[in-house]
């Protein structure tokens, strides 16, 4: 009898095993020589789909902007890449970039029509030369975008035109001169070209794309150096010295470049094999935390570089693009802080810029965000409009890019090993169908209602008994975890991948759960943040919604999605923690998520505050309750909340007991809190428990 081998191996030795090169994925195509061998692929979309409340999740998406905008917006109701004479720039594919995935993820037949009658056009745009899209557009940038579409319209479909419209567009890049100025955007993010470049390499094996790639590398701007020498740092920030005029780096301080770049070091990794391009992944999201970092996992941007202060925003597009950045560089690196981090964009900031009925966005959001309205506030760049929930606030990239979010975030649930098995990227309810061992094609169900509970439970189907090995993250922020299966248990440290290698049966199933003990982070100014898992945890606000009308003329549209947010009760709380003891006095309550009942349109998981049921302002899914203090002197300075005073704070006031709620289910909300004096806190601290 075969004994079970089981592994632990950590980020590292994964990265090292995976660049071996010895072991060679049978099912599914991994870099062939000359390029590196990447720690794990990527599965084609459909492999994986939702479940549970991410499926809740995507449905919620396509009744909402995703399923209707260009029923409406003119940009993509007249938009040229579909055959009208409208905009024929970035917003069609943007908007794909979204909605194919979305349409395949869920099987939607209504999407997957209106796709066809984008993607038709755009196959028949293809020219002689190699060149498509629209005959208004010269520009190359859109046409990196619209190669990430046909790259996964082919993955769903087979569709073989796909494949020949990007074969023939990397000749023309091949055969044409590098066109890829600092100063456009196009130089900036040439290397997005890389994402489908090295695709269609392992499709076809073609070198000349390998060429092509090269070339890209060597003429666009060198983001490497950029994450080395890292010159928008918080002292080029005190100075006022961020850039945002174009001319003068401004678009290497753009926030959304940032997003999209962080990932250009690691795809050229794959190529040339040296590590100073894994070296400058890693230092530069490090730098984005030392110098910009807040609350989610993210990088403020409003909409350049602008510091760690929790009233500084970040643009909808970064967040969406940080998270594919982090898809694909966990796919080549396989380290598990990239997905750490990509659960935290997904369960924090992307949700938290939302309304939960996705209809309507923020430009900017804010760790620290007590007013939604339309006001001046110090954002480095952008305009008054930039944090309220709306149709298309400040400007229509985000309206047009933000689709891509969540249904990528499922397709990279799980990817494929070298030694032709799976492993679990990121944590969600979903459904895995793929071939391991030697071609046998199994089913993993992933039953949870993580992030919100730590429960994990993984049924195998398969036809008969087959070996595969099954990866499985600890997360970075994890106590060990036991996994059990077949009467066994091994355990996992934090950051650790487990390699459960079995001849598994049909029935077969692993359970574990992953600590939800409640944690403490330091942020802004001494500042505290509170997080359970992978969620952060802010301040619930009573609100009053304001639907404020700004596009409805323009776009023809009769529903109200434009949203001022004001604080119906104070927010200037500080959070009491006794130092001896800091979880005392903090309780949790997991709501069911079945509590959720709009059969109509999808559940609404991340609703604590739904600006369409308004009135509906009682459950998040997790409630944490506890003490605060308000903190005399603390309100507002340019329409958001000032800076937080520097804890310990003297306490002054009376004790109160507070609610947190998920970020991503916070409209309104405190997340960086100041911390009350301890030396006061020894009489009035109580359990929040009766
Ligand atoms: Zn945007």
């Keep these: 009898m075969n004994k079970p081998i089981i592994t632990l191996i950590t980020a590292s030795l994964l990265f090292l095993s995976g660049c071996s090169g ?88 209504r999407l997957k029509e209106k796709v066809k009658n984008w993607i038709e056009p755009v196959i028949a745009g293809s020219s002689d030369s190699g060149w498509y899209g629209p005959a208004i557009n010269k520009d190359r940038w859109p046409l990196s975008v619209a190669n ?35 100063l456009e955007w196009r130089g900036v993010r040439a290397m997005e070209n890389a994402v489908s470049g090295y695709w269609l390499f392992r499709q076809t094996g073609e070198p000349w794309i390998l060429e092509t790639i090269e070339s890209i590398q060597g003429n666009c701007f060198d983001w490497t150096s950029y994450y080395e020498e890292f010159p928008w740092d918080s002292t080029a920030l005190a100075d006022h010295k961020i850039p945002t005029a174009r001319k003068a780096g401004g678009l290497t301080a753009h926030g959304v470049n940032n997003g999209m770049a ?94 939960p009925d996705m209809w309507a966005h923020q430009y900017d959001q804010q760790s620290n965000q007590v007013l939604v309205t339309v006001d001046k506030r110090a954002w480095i760049s952008n305009s008054n409009y930039s944090n309220i929930y709306g149709l298309m606030p400040n400007y229509g990239c985000c309206l047009a890019n933000m689709h891509q979010g969540w249904p990528k975030f499922a397709a990279s649930l799980w990817m494929a090993t070298n030694d032709n098995g799976l492993a679990a990227v990121a944590y969600s309810p979903s459904i895995v169908k793929a071939k391991v061992g030697k071609g046998t094609e199994v089913t993993i169900t992933e039953v949870t209602e993580y992030p919100f509970k730590g429960d994990i439970k993984l049924k195998i189907n398969t036809p008969g008994s087959v070996r595969f090995p099954l990866y499985l993250r600890v997360p970075g922020w994890s106590d060990p975890v036991d996994f059990n299966f077949r009467g066994r248990t091994i355990t996992g440290i934090a950051g650790e991948t487990v390699r459960l290698e079995e001849k598994w049966e ?27 898992g992978p969620l952060y945890f802010s301040l619930r606000i009573d609100k009053e919604f304001n639907s404020i009308k700004l596009n409805y003329d323009n776009f023809g549209y009769k529903g109200s999605v434009d949203w001022e947010i004001k604080p119906k009760n104070t927010w200037n709380y500080g959070l009491m923690i006794d130092n001896t003891n800091p979880y005392r006095g903090f309780k949790v309550a997991e709501n069911p998520l079945t509590r959720y009942p709009f059969a109509d349109k999808g559940d609404m998981i991340w609703s604590a505050d739904s600006a369409k049921y308004i009135v509906w302002d009682e459950e998040a899914p997790v409630v944490i309750t506890t003490r605060g203090m308000t903190i005399t002197g603390w309100s507002l300075k340019d329409n958001s909340a000032d800076i937080p005073p520097l804890s310990p704070v003297m306490a002054e006031g009376t004790p109160e007991v507070i609610q947190l709620v998920p970020y991503g289910s916070a409209r309104l909300r405190i997340t960086e809190f100041p911390v009350i004096d301890p030396s006061k806190m020894v009489d009035v601290m109580r359990p929040a428990t009766k």
């Design 22 to 109: 010895k072991e060679e994925n049978l099912n599914y195509k991994n870099n062939p020589e000359p390029l590196m061998k990447n720690a794990y692929i990527r599965l084609p979309l459909g492999s994986v789909k939702p479940a549970g409340w991410l499926k809740a999740q995507l449905e919620a998406q396509a009744e909402g902007l995703t399923g209707n905008i260009d029923d409406f917006w003119p940009d993509l109701v007249n938009s040229s890449w579909k055959g009208g004479t409208g905009e024929g720039w970035e917003r069609g594919p943007y908007f794909l970039d979204g909605l194919v995935p979305l349409a395949w993820l869920l099987d939607n037949t």
């Design 148 to 182: 990430k579409v046909l790259m996964q319209y082919y993955e769903a479909t087979s569709d073989d035109r796909a494949l020949e419209v990007l074969k023939k567009y990397f000749r023309y890049m091949h055969s044409n001169p590098p066109d890829w100025p600092d």
């Design 262 to 355: 962080i990932k250009y070091p690691g795809l050229w990794y794959q190529q040339s094999g040296e590590e100073r391009y894994k070296d400058g992944v890693f230092a530069g999201i490090q730098k984005y935390d030392l110098n910009h970092g807040q609350a989610g996992g993210r990088f403020s941007c409003d909409e350049h570089l602008s510091g760690k202060s929790p009233d500084r925003g970040t643009e909808l597009c970064t967040v969406v693009e940080y998270m594919f950045s982090l898809e694909e560089l966990f796919g080549i690196f396989g380290d598990n802080s990239l997905a750490d981090r990509l659960e935290l964009l997904t369960f924090n900031s992307l949700p938290g810029t939302t309304t």
């Design 506 to 532: 049909d029935g077969d199933q692993i359970t574990f759960r992953l600590p939800m003990e409640i944690r403490f982070e330091k942020r802004y100014n001494n500042s505290v943040s509170v997080l359970r």
